[in-house]
């Protein structure tokens, strides 16, 4: 046996091929370009983009009622001038990390296994964050001079408060969307290129074109497109850590109890990976089998989510059992009754629920046979989501609802405004996606192509070498 052959063969003991089935760079581009080239889209997407536009307009012609009524349609009261607003505020912006992380961190360390995944990861984390601008706006109450959130001349010096985390909240996730949104568009360049190439009409030659920036694939074109790439990877990366420990700002620090906390912006930053793999892991289940690329996204990659989704719920899960130590250690009675409150007072269900489903459920995927088993990690990816929604619920509405005086103590009930908002939310998530995938190339159709054996430049010379020693 060759050299090259045992080096093959122990390449393939550690690690299981990224892209299954021995594909070519043409089918490659062939199986991700044909999905949006297509002349209609299958049955199954427009039932489901009848869904979720249904969900999206609920989500604008509420706002419109809210407009014009108030802000006394939500269920929000005093003591909880904080409801679900800003829990679905804090959930969307989570569900967006892990697209940069994906992006950025996964590439600056050069995981490879990132390249399957990595486009639509990045495109939800832009869609995310456009749901989760949606609820500051809204949450200001007067629509009139929401003007206030901006970094506005502020020659009074009375507003904006640039003291205020709501302020920071501003600058950190319009910097994340800035630099999320030209990191996508930079990787998309060489694909829009190539289904330019590809265009059957005059119309859509020209758009890509646009579009494409004059790409021509030459070795120019590659080098400035890899240090730009670099460059903006290097810019994201700081990113997925300042954005989550600003929002986490917003509630430490006040001097509530339960809020009023420096464990905050490490746990925040650990349930948005948590939260937004999870989202990646749902959406990858769904894509993969409905548009056939299971031989893209294969279970190596799905497998390697799982292990990102037990490491990050682990640390969530510490985090949930740090938060009752500090209150216990602290001796402040008012932090420990807000603990007790949150996990043995009247909204207990809320509490049990984000723990069973963020660190009970995920423990599941230390065994290989549920990390592999594409049924079980879909459940699981769903309570995830559900989980961090409610950690997100049990963090805002169970340290307000009962705070230093008890004769200032009331429930908070949500309305049907606020739950038809929330899905009206997740209506215009998948509305954006699903517009994605049917114009756009869900798959890095060029970074795909540098995992295949093919693009190693040694690739044909050992494959003849290891033929010649038969």
Known sequence: MSVFEQRAQLAQIQEPPLIEGNPTFHSITEDVS???????PPKMWYILMGISSFFALILFVLIGYLIGTGIGVWGNNVPVGWGFPIVNFVFWVGIGHAGTLISAILFLLRQKWRTSINRFAEAMTLFAIACALVFPGIHVGRIWVIYYMFPVPNQMAMWPNFRSPLLWDFFAVGTYFTVSLIFWYTGLVPDLASMRDRAKTRLRKIV?????????????????????????????TPLVLSVHSIVSTDFATSILPGWHSTIFPPYFVAGAIFSGFGMVLTMAIIARKAFKLEHIITLTHLEKINKVILLTGMMVGYSYAMEFFIAWYGGNQYEQFTFINRAFGPYWWAYWIMVISNVVIPQLLWFKKFRTSIPVMFVISIFVNIGMWFERFVIVITSLHRDFLPSSWDMFKPTWVDFGM??????????????????????AMSEVKGVLPQADPHYYDENHQAEGTK
Request: overall charge positive.
């Open 34 to 40: 044909s999905i949006a080239e297509r002349p209609k």
């Open 208 to 236: 890509l074109g646009i579009f494409s920036l004059g790409w021509r694939g030459s070795n120019k074109h590659w080098k400035h497109y890899e240090m730009a790439y670099l460059i903006l990877a290097g810019l994201s």
């Open 422 to 443: 929330m899905l009206g939310a997740f209506g215009l998530f998948f509305t954006l996606f699903l517009l994605f995938v049917r114009w756009l190339p869900m798959v």
